[in-house]
């Protein structure tokens, strides 16, 4: 199913000419990848800390954006200039789904959310990173089918983060449908990349 993950190469274009100044400036892959996730937690904990101040959350769409830049950045940095690393691809794939993490935790603090259904959401976006990482281990290659993947739950949280932000309020059925409809398209997104995982394998 698409994702906004095809979208990615028309991004990575733009960036390029920040990749090149942070490489002649030493700026190594892993650095960009750790800081990323250090300010996405420190980000997290601040605006879960004021969950009851809800423009706090108009600072969850900004760096968002900005991981994603980065999370791209890395990435080229690596590919591009002879950065790869077996480190890195452990820092890559776990800093994600700990960024990841704390992106959400403010929306278990927030009303009307099910702090239960949005630790559902969290735990559910780890397994479909750990299914999109584990088609590399049956020869699929790594898979970033959705329909919930990494950039759509960006795209859908830090809207949903805006929309709170500036008008300070949801309706119940908002808070109610919100976490369950991630969950659906989380399990769906699961089972995408397991099947197609498997089925590049087999080709």
Do not use: H
């Amino acid at each position: 199913m698409p994702s906004i993950y095809s979208l990615k190469p028309k991004f990575q274009q733009l960036l390029r000419p920040m990749v090149r100044a942070l490489q002649q400036a030493g700026v190594t892959a892993n650095q960009v990848t750790l800081f990323a996730c250090v300010m996405t937690v420190a980000s997290g904990v601040a605006v879960a800390a004021q969950a009851d101040s809800p423009r706090w959350l108009l600072i969850l769409p900004g760096l968002l954006f900005v991981r994603m830049a980065l999370n791209a950045v890395d990435g080229m940095l690596a590919r591009e200039f002879g950065q790869k690393t077996d480190l890195g691809a452990y820092l890559n794939e776990l800093t994600d789904v700990v960024s990841d993490a704390f992106v959400y935790l403010p929306f278990a603090y927030l009303k009307p959310f099910d702090p239960l259904w949005v630790g559902a959401v969290i735990l559910l976006a780890v397994i479909s990173e750990m299914a999109g990482v584990l088609g590399l281990t049956v020869g699929g290659g790594r898979r970033y089918d959705g329909p919930m993947g990494k950039s759509d739950r960006a795209f859908v949280f830090g809207a949903m983060a805006l929309w709170m932000g500036l008008d300070g309020a949801v309706a119940d059925w908002v808070g109610w449908v919100f976490p369950r409809l991630i969950v659906v398209l989380l399990a769906c997104t699961i089972v995408n990349r397991i099947k197609n995982g498997l089925a590049a394998r087999r080709n």
